[in-house]
């Protein structure tokens, strides 16, 4: 059983994968899910399946987000757990890689995650609870060549989280990053686990919601038993 | 429910606390379970309230530990699931300290856990399946003033953990180091979980070994929402 | 004696402290330097005093910083060695912060190195040489409460620094990063060197340039002897 | 010119490589310098060229590291500069560790590290004057399969240097660890310098040593411009 202590929830970046297995964890447990993203058709199946509803939101834009968040209010109430799930990604040779492009990288990735979780806190603070969840990857923590915008954009996630973290957590939220390294499954079967499955991911962030305080993370990294690291 | 997939587990380095909960959370699950310390007359209510059996060894020293998984072996079955959480600590300015006891330290911390990670791997690597939790501390990530031996032993303790975590993970091992950052709380109670809970903490033990190999952790850290970090 | 092995420097965001004794270091071992700043009034008697010449950039734009080398090409030939030292800081409580100008802080210590990083490897992969120094801060390294801005800007810059420098290490160019852990001496004396002297700072820039390629640090980190860390 | 701000040198763990240039870079700088090993004969050649003095000492027992600095105090005075290069390794697949191995080379790495910086520390405390230097390796940041016992020493090594440096530090002994990340280069040429010349990482130690103390560094890597990392 998840006896996950919120009662809404709005996710960012969604899509299939980890967003869509959390949707559906979230909604077996019984909380009202809002699930955000640029373009909501492809969403229809997983609205449909599940009973979330879909938001069309750009989360690197800081208006865009704000009002999201005040559509996710009135439509299942003011949020209590947020998760961050979008980023941008744009790779090649430094010299190559257009700056426009770069900044919108990292927009997607951080400062998107920043307008969040300020919605998130103005909304979990005067409750003094809360979960905001941010979706990170290897590239946070380890900045791999002709990868520079990702890795800009995910350490940025990474240092916020942190930041956030010792912030909000004293005030009663809950904020955890969490470092997916390797590559999601997708359609395709893999009996050998050698891809994260985003059901089992999903897992790992429902086990974080269900921490008691006096023993919260606020980082947590998963990967296939076979993935070098 | 707590479907543990692993059906006999031993602690070493046993006492209330940590090995308390896990102890009663393992028995709970129906899984036979061996708890070890140097001093077993301490293990006499738990074994009691429990149906665990105590079993006396010293972790610093090799020949005990393999004596101990060979009565493991004989009382409850191969352990499957192996939990190391001895610890040896003595503190002060380095010109201060005995270098008998700084050795003893990072014996009982560090050498320990080798002798049982070792013992432990002999047993599950035939039948490809185990896990293997390694009690760590902040200590093992940051080496504080006048606590050098605790930080040697904690850091030791870490990098055997990664070690064996690259070997024994592709071979259907789970191991995984887990980081208690703050005070564990004693009998006295602590309304303000401002102390870690071992019931909590635990519990986090847990749904690291319920997790699917597709998206194992290596590492979790866990600390009280107020601890500063 | 400083041999060091590049014929021409640029420095961004420029102004007295670490950026002033880099410029007198770089003079006095006779090489041309440009410093670039917003505002370079403030840059003058620097300028008077070493013979440096001074440009205007606003680093936080990348049209402005592609004009800033081609410039410092027309000037004082193609920069070899390129060191940014700019930063964005905004801080207060997550809720309270304004998200432009989270925004324009990120832009100025990551976007900004990015778009200086791109010149220099523009100019530095054709010769096979050139090094490449960036300015970070412990905030770079743990996210500290209530500086959510600084931590983002910071922790994209050394992702920026790692993913820089596994790409273009490789080709000759020493990419390296270094921690600034501490406050930097302002005029007032301090016999007691519980803050950072910036000549003493621009000392360990100036041995990370004379590394011999066999040997090459990516990372350095200083701090007063008296700083808790 | 290597203007080193002490007078005295031990270097224990001795042989060619980065003792040798070490030797040679302190001996150059006017410094008298001891060097110790288990094995003196080795040590001939370069006692020859550069009049430095060799000490026999098993640097993994406590006693005859006392012993070591005794005599070292009585033929060039107490050294105001240590450096700890010794390790001990051995490799397999854990299963197949001899535990009196692993406890040996635990024992070389780390425990003989910190006999040496308990005795160090005597002699500088008193002086409120001093460097320590410990000669790390990528293992004591990341564990890496196949080598449980030498993570285990060079993370334990870590932890020591970390916690020394927070307490000496700010008694005026400057702590540092510096991690070799690659192969040193021994006899052969290597004129793409893809291996660690151990002149150039000597020269690393000596910046350390010539920083001022406002600005210390606790830690540094070095690797070749082409490793991969």
Chains 1, 2, 3, 4 share one sequence.
């Not at 590559?183 to 985003?198: C, F, I, M, N």
């Amino acid at each position: 059983m998840n006896d996950i202590p919120y009662r809404s929830a709005l996710i960012i970046g969604a899509g299939p994968g980890i967003s869509g297995s959390l949707t559906r964890l979230l909604r077996t447990a019984g909380i009202p899910v809002a699930i955000a993203a640029r373009h909501i058709d492809k969403l229809t199946p997983l609205v449909e399946e599940t009973g979330a509803i879909a938001l069309a939101a750009d989360a690197s834009d800081a208006s865009q987000v704000e009002r999201l968040f005040a559509e996710t209010d009135a439509r299942i109430g003011a949020p209590e757990l947020v998760i961050y799930n979008a980023s941008g990604r744009v790779r090649g040779p430094i010299v190559e890689l257009d700056p426009t492009e770069v900044e919108q990288a990292v927009a997607v990735s951080a400062l998107g995650a920043f307008y969040a979780v300020q919605q998130a806190a103005k909304r979990m603070l005067p409750a003094g609870k809360g979960a905001i969840l941010l979706t990170g990857a290897t590239a946070g923590i380890k900045g791999f060549a002709l990868s520079a915008p990702f890795a800009m954009g995910k350490f940025a996630l990474r240092g916020l989280a942190q930041s956030a973290a010792r912030e909000l957590a004293p005030k009663g939220i809950h904020v955890a990053h969490i470092v997916i390294d390797g590559v999601v499954r997708g359609e395709r079967a893999d009996p050998s686990d050698s891809t994260l499955d985003p059901d089992a991911i999903a897992q790992s962030y429902i086990d974080l919601l269900r921490q008691h305080r006096s023993a919260w993370s606020w980082e947590l990294e998963v990967r296939p038993w076979v993935e070098k690291f």
